[in-house]
């Protein structure tokens, strides 16, 4: 493992990443195109998935550039047992794996020989999913205030939702469907509703039902404890009702 001692200081956002590949000539084309990109910082080459474990454990990353197919431990295998995983992008000659990287949640996968273009691209999903993250936690960076739009997996891709455009989610077991205005199939997703509620600010969007999720500005009307929004009666069930009843500012009698 080589570790990035110095780097240039680098306005707004910066991702620090590390790169992970059993060929040298590999990983000198990935630190080549992260030096081009200005909001990347390479802080770790690892030459194998055992070396990234090592440094993981004491220094933590926004971004891992993951090569797949390596010796003794797989790519695939290192994500797998991550217990908190930061974003990966894979970089494989294997376009086959572009299913196991929808499954594992990866921002994107970029196959090899790497074009800086395509490189670049896939580094900028990276960071509009991380500056979408930050303002849903509440951070801001010094380019976005608060932010207005999700990023979810679907259709083997990573897809930007804007929030005015959600009316409700419906959750099947690993699975959401994401219902929207102007559109009329839902979009369907690997994800629970625990996971989506994480991604969702609070003051817009409430769980009413162990598999409903509504926005607040879309509710119509409420009815013998259902939520109408459009043609659509959402369930509130019993656990829920107090809590949504309170963020409404209703007091039931």
Request: aromatic content about 10%; some cysteine.
């Amino acid at each position: 493992m080589e570790t990035k001692e110095t780097f240039s200081e680098i306005p707004n956002t910066t991702l620090t990443c590390i790169a992970i590949d059993d060929e040298s000539l590999a990983l000198d084309l990935v630190e080549d195109n992260i030096a081009k990109v200005p909001f990347l910082k390479l802080a770790a080459r690892c030459r194998n998935a055992f070396e990234a474990i090592e440094y993981l454990q004491n220094n933590p990353v926004d971004l891992i550039f993951l090569d797949i197919q390596m010796p003794g431990l797989t790519g695939v295998q290192f994500l797998e047992g991550l217990t908190q995983k930061p974003m990966v992008i894979f970089v494989t000659a294997y376009q086959q794996y572009a299913l196991e990287g929808f499954n594992l949640d990866v921002i994107d996968y970029v196959l090899k020989p790497i074009s800086f273009e395509r490189f670049l691209k896939a580094s900028h999903k990276a960071l509009d999913f991380y500056k979408s993250k930050l303002a849903l936690q509440g951070v801001s960076t010094k380019q976005d205030a608060k932010v207005d739009y999700i990023f979810i997996h679907a259709d083997y891709s990573l897809m930007k939702i804007m929030l005015e455009d959600i009316l409700y989610i419906e959750g099947l077991k690993d699975y959401i469907k994401i219902h929207l205005r102007n559109q009329k199939y839902p979009i369907v997703c690997r994800m629970t509703m625990k996971l989506i509620s994480e991604k969702l600010p609070s003051d817009e969007f409430l769980r009413i039902h162990k598999s409903f999720i509504v926005s607040l500005k879309k509710i119509e009307s409420i009815r013998n404890q259902k939520v109408k929004i459009g043609e659509n009666h959402i369930p509130l069930s019993d656990s829920y009702s107090e809590q949504f009843y309170q963020t409404i500012g209703y007091q039931k009698d």
